[in-house]
């Protein structure tokens, strides 16, 4: 399969642990958004990189949350103290110019239960 | 404040008709407008996106029609299909850096 891949899939956690999510995207993909999803809502950005830059950050998201794509590839994002708020799907999603015009893949996500 | 306003939250059609969703948008500088379909338990699918400049796109059962004088954009889905049963989210963009989904539509196709 060579979609968009994330690992976990899901993880519980206790409220103030850290967690670390990553996100495998499509091969040559260069670009490679985060977003986070609760229950009845769609998508919210979190942020996006292209290559190894990270050139767009949502205001909503806290101090808390930190992304890294260190070589351009693979992506990881996370959370320091989690807390109850947290919990949500966080989805992942690669796209490149020359497909759709950075038509976006998802992945199937991680869903973070916080408790 | 929610970019994307989409309406109905939930859907209910027979086998055979025609739902349509629609969204609303306030950013004049939106410049991509996708619709993904979601099932349980996985990532959001791309089924077809529009641009500003065009009116209307088809992709088999699946038709866009967008407004730019309105800022609105549909979807219809022809001939539904049980299959079709889902969550539909409308999106926009400017140059896909950042996109803006909308709440969603929870559709149901009965048989």
């Known amino acids: 399969d060579t979609g968009v891949s994330q690992n976990p899939r899901h993880k519980i956690t206790k409220r103030g642990q850290n967690v670390t999510f990553r996100c495998d995207p499509i091969s040559e993909h260069n670009r490679l958004y985060w977003y986070r999803q609760t229950l009845g809502q769609g998508p919210e950005f979190l942020t996006y990189f292209q290559n190894e830059a990270q050139l767009e950050k949502s205001r909503l998201l806290s101090d808390r949350f930190s992304a890294e794509r260190p070589k351009g590839s693979f992506s990881t994002l996370e959370i320091q103290r989690t807390e109850q708020g947290d919990s949500a799907m966080y989805l992942c999603?690669?796209?490149?110019?020359?497909?759709?015009?950075?038509?976006?893949?998802f992945g199937p996500g991680t869903r973070l239960t916080v408790t | 404040q929610q970019q994307v306003k989409q309406s109905p939250q939930s859907l209910i059609v027979q086998k055979g008709g025609i739902p349509i969703i629609n969204c609303a948008y306030e950013?004049?500088?939106?410049?991509?407008f996708p619709w993904y379909q979601q099932f349980p338990g996985k990532g959001p699918a791309l089924l077809i996106a529009?641009?500003?400049?065009?009116s209307e796109k088809k992709e088999g059962r699946f038709t866009i029609s967008f407004n730019k004088s309105a800022k609105q954009f549909s979807l219809h889905i022809m001939d539904s299909q049980p299959g079709d049963s889902a969550t539909y989210f409308c999106?926009?963009?400017?140059?896909?850096?950042?996109?803006?989904f909308g709440t969603g539509t929870s559709l149901t196709v009965i048989p």
């Open positions: 999106a926009a963009s400017i140059s896909r850096n950042q996109f803006y």
């Open positions: 529009i641009r500003p400049d065009v």
């Open positions: 999603a690669s796209s490149h110019p020359g497909l759709g015009l950075y038509e976006q893949y």
């Open positions: 950013n004049t500088a939106f410049d991509y």
